[in-house]
């Protein structure tokens, strides 16, 4: 690529992700000016709700992977309901919210909106974008209506890009997205704010990719991934983050290779994967940036900290332990393990089932480069099992369900060793 058309589109990236920030910033500013009168009652009976039960129920007795954080939603909503409108831009830099150790995020909430506690705790190192959506629908909506809401709109979704791939005939993502959905527990996700919007992003991203992938626009694609970066950091809570990028990028792969063939895979992947990155973190660095200038102090000891704990803070387990049962624990989780003998049973079965047409119907010359691009797309969960031991080993319940990507990939994988040239088109 001629180096002038390389600064050309370096320029209109920087210009696209200067303006989605100041959108982030402004939109977030704006909701913080909705009066707190207009939330309260259904901030209060939202917090009622929460309080009702444990922090972290089970919607499945003993299942780890139907865990819901309730600790966690009732963080988000102190934060939203602790906005200053006379501040709105400091206010939602520092999302402070009101906090007593000696309570549960659930009570403390319900203390907060019952007595209209002042905020004396930041929450400064994320965005908290989804106050975006929540604080106008809190106008109207409790949690549990949220809930709801998020439900159908997540299954429509998911539905509308499984008819869109039937319809195409493109069968492998459709089977891919259904499958993937299925392990991990997908009917669990709308019932905690915290895991919906990974999830909402990703749905709304593969249709998106459904969309774009058969182009050859590289510029267009590493850009729209770019985005689909920094929206993923605006809204997300550090879950399973890395769908919004492996499930899209894979789409395009997918239909990539099937309209222009398997030669530029290898680039489009790299510059995919590392245009979300570079909207992911940048994102998130701006978030601080802005805070810094806004509120005008060094942000930096509010979140240095936090970076060091989830990479690696020490649990007195050893590196070995460490790293495997990051890796274990999520894995763990996935659909139907966690019910016993039966589950164990189910699980080999489906591992048997997926794997039994690549054996009996291997193509004798599949493409090595695109196997190994699925693979390695797959693999990019794990990797951040890895880097993130201490988030992914404490908090396997709801990481885990990054795995999705990976059994995505995998339904690829066996679909190139099934048909291999097969997929390039009009073959």
């Known amino acids: 690529m001629p ?7 370096i320029v209109i990236k920087s210009l696209i992700f200067i303006a989605a920030i100041a959108a982030m910033t402004g939109m977030l500013a704006a909701v913080s000016m909705i009066p707190k009168a207009q939330i309260r009652e259904n901030v209060r009976e939202s917090a009622e709700f929460l309080c009702s039960d444990d922090p972290f129920p089970y919607a499945v007795e003993g299942i780890k992977g139907s865990c819901l954080d309730r600790y966690a939603d009732a963080i988000l909503f102190n934060i939203i309901y602790s906005y200053d409108s006379r501040e709105p831009f400091q206010s939602v830099m520092r999302s402070s919210y009101y906090f007593q150790s000696d309570r549960e ?21 994320y965005w908290h974008g989804s106050a975006v959506l ?32 039937l319809k195409a005939k493109d069968y492998l993502l459709s089977i891919g997205m259904a499958v993937s959905m299925l ?18 992003i990703m749905s709304i991203a593969s249709l998106t990719a459904f969309k774009l992938g058969r182009k050859q626009n590289p510029e267009k694609l590493t850009t729209f991934l770019m985005l689909v970066g920094m929206v993923t950091n605006f809204f997300d809570f550090l879950t399973a983050e890395t769908v919004t990028l492996v499930i899209p990028l894979l789409i395009i792969l997918y239909l990539q290779k099937k309209e222009h063939g398997a030669d530029r895979l ?17 994102t998130w660095v701006s978030k601080w940036l802005v805070a810094a200038v ?3 102090e060094n942000v930096m000891p509010y979140v240095s900290g936090h970076i060091a704990q989830r990479i690696g803070e020490d649990l007195g387990i ?14 763990g989780c996935l659909f139907p393990l966690g019910y016993g003998v039966i589950g164990i049973i189910g699980f080999v079965l489906i591992l048997i089932v997926a794997a039994y047409p690549a054996f009996v119907y291997f193509k004798k010359d599949p493409e090595v480069r695109v196997i190994f691009i699925y693979a390695a797309t797959g693999c990019i969960p794990l990797i951040r099992f890895l880097l993130l031991h201490n988030h992914s080993y404490l908090h ?25 040239g097969k997929h390039e088109k009009n073959g």
């Open 105 to 125: 995020e659930t009570e403390n909430l319900l203390e907060a909106v019952t007595n209209d506690m002042a905020p004396n705790r930041q929450y400064l190192r």
């Open 266 to 282: 290898v680039g489009l992947a790299v510059k995919g994967a590392a245009a979300w990155l570079a909207g992911y973190a940048l």
């Open 318 to 331: 050893g590196t070995f332990r460490y790293l495997t049962g990051a890796l274990t624990k999520n894995f």
């Open 3 to 9: 180096k002038m058309k390389i600064f050309r589109q």
């Open 396 to 420: 396997f319940f709801f990481t885990y369900r990054a795995l999705s990507s990976t059994v995505f990939a995998a339904a690829l994988l066996i679909g190139e060793l099934i048909f291999g």
């Open 134 to 165: 929540l604080r106008p629908l809190l106008c109207i909506f409790t949690i549990r209506q949220i809930y709801l809401l998020n439900a159908v709109l997540l299954f429509a979704l998911l539905l509308w890009f499984i008819i869109v791939s």
């Open 183 to 200: 392990l991990v527990r997908i009917w669990f996700v709308p019932f905690c704010l915290e895991y919906t919007w990974v999830f909402l």
């Open 294 to 296: 806004i509120l005008r």
